[in-house]
């Protein structure tokens, strides 16, 4: 079946410091989405990516398609506590998501 | 307030009972997820159900069991047959036609 990778499993920054997940999928996603889990907390929707080489911005973070449709990253820059969190992607049919193990991002102040 | 509220968020069973957690969505989504965490894994789909009265086995559906006799409602049954049932639970729904999903807050449960 479909399976999602995601590098780094864990990343420590200090704070101020940029930070990238990269996610790979084994199969063509029709899109991918990206979800962040606070500590204690449930997954929460960032963004959606739907396009081949697509590119999307909220603030600080930026997210990437590849060209493929078969791998994605999501770039912090100059991260912050409020950062910290496990950032999941996830991909797959319309009513199937799978999702990626997560990067769990520690931000030290 | 729309949402997903799951209950308890906490909860204690001894070993060979079954369990029965509570997933409830005001939010009038079609779809519905559960999904299994272990600590540093990813989200692992137990099962899901895309309209009332119909449901598929996820990737682990071993021990596990559901209903879906309303849209608003899917509970999930732990069986004494799951074998490693203690794990935080979290359930989720869709609207059709749009592929972000909303979280519950979990459920924690501890089997002794």
């Known amino acids: 079946g479909q399976q999602v990778m995601q590098i780094p499993q864990y990343q420590h920054v200090q704070e101020g410091e940029d930070f990238t997940t990269y996610c790979n999928s084994s199969?063509?996603?029709?899109?991918i989405q990206w979800y962040k889990q606070r500590p204690g907390g449930h997954p929460v929707f960032l963004i959606q990516?739907?396009?081949?080489?697509e590119v999307k911005k909220q603030k600080r973070l930026t997210f990437q398609f590849g060209e493929a449709k078969k791998n994605s990253s999501l770039h912090i820059t100059a991260t912050q506590t409020t950062d910290v969190g496990t950032y999941f992607c996830?991909?797959?049919?319309?009513?199937?998501?799978?999702f990626g193990k997560g990067t769990l991002l520690t931000v030290n102040p | 307030d729309g949402g997903i509220t799951q209950s308890p968020k906490y909860l204690f069973r001894k070993e060979g009972q079954n369990v029965t957690l509570s997933c409830e969505q005001n939010?009038?989504?079609?779809?519905m997820y559960w999904y299994r965490q272990d600590p540093g894994q990813g989200l692992r789909l137990i099962y899901y159900?895309?309209?009332?009265?119909?449901?598929q086995k996820g990737d682990i559906a071993e021990g596990y069991s559901v209903s879906r006799e309303k849209k608003e409602s899917f509970p999930l049954t732990v069986t004494s047959a799951q074998k490693n049932p203690t794990a935080f639970y979290l359930c989720?729904?869709?609207?059709?036609?749009?592929?972000?999903?909303?979280f519950g807050p979990g459920t924690r449960l501890t089997v002794l």
């Open positions: 989720a729904s869709r609207l059709a036609g749009k592929d972000e999903q909303f």
């Open positions: 199969t063509t996603l029709s899109n």
């Open positions: 990516l739907v396009k081949s080489g």
């Open positions: 996830s991909g797959g049919s319309n009513y199937k998501l799978t």
């Open positions: 939010l009038n989504h079609d779809a």
């Open positions: 159900s895309q309209i009332v009265n119909d449901f």
